[in-house]
């Protein structure tokens, strides 16, 4: 494992326990919290994993997104900032009866699970944007061109028309490659190159 290795995966598990341990204390405060305001039992078990879950899946919807080179959902950003909101209110609701210091102590949780949560996505955002040496964009040809992710299996795809000097259309690559826009642009012009148009 390479330094770079053991320091992105450290970092990881670093930033998973804190999510964890923040996750199970907003769990708490949000549950104390809804008994105590007059919810059910079960209300109040399932109340905490909807705040801090919507914080997660909105989250990860943007991942998504990222990932496929497509523009943030707008209902993603909008959950996301209601999430946190949410579970950083209800938190800070909880140790209203103590005080500043408690509404501080009682808040940190929220906090703590929103960041570890957008440096774990970030981390993986960066990590597919700045892929290593040894990932498909490498040089294919002399001349300077590298290969996009899905190029090679485009390439394989498309084998017999680029022979002939045809390249598919934009929406054809997005459609037979099943990628968005900006990636399904570079493995184009990739298969441009290798027809020789």
């Known amino acids: 494992m390479t330094g770079d290795g053991a320091i992105r995966r450290l970092t990881a598990a670093a930033v998973l326990l804190v999510a964890a341990i923040a996750a199970v ?70 140790g209203a009866p103590y005080g500043l210091s408690g509404e501080l102590l009682s808040g940190w949780p929220a906090v703590a699970f929103v960041g570890s949560v957008e440096m774990v996505l970030s981390m993986v955002r960066r990590a597919r944007a700045v892929p290593e040496a040894d990932a498909p964009r490498q040089l294919a040809l002399g001349n300077g061109h590298t290969v996009p992710e899905g190029g090679r299996k485009a390439a394989e795809k498309c084998a017999a028309g680029l022979s002939r000097g045809e390249v598919p259309s934009l929406r054809q690559v997005q459609r037979e490659m099943h990628l968005g826009q900006p990636r399904a642009r570079e493995v184009r012009s990739y298969l441009e190159v290798l027809a020789g148009t």
């Open 25 to 94: 204390v907003s769990f708490i405060h949000i549950e104390h919290l809804a008994v105590t305001h007059g919810q059910t039992q079960l209300a109040a078990w399932l109340l905490p994993v909807s705040v801090d879950g919507t914080v997660a899946a909105a989250s990860l919807s943007m991942l998504w997104a990222a990932r496929c080179g497509l523009p943030t959902p707008w209902l993603a950003r909008c959950m996301l900032t209601l999430g946190v909101l949410a579970t950083l209110g209800a938190n800070i609701g909880y």
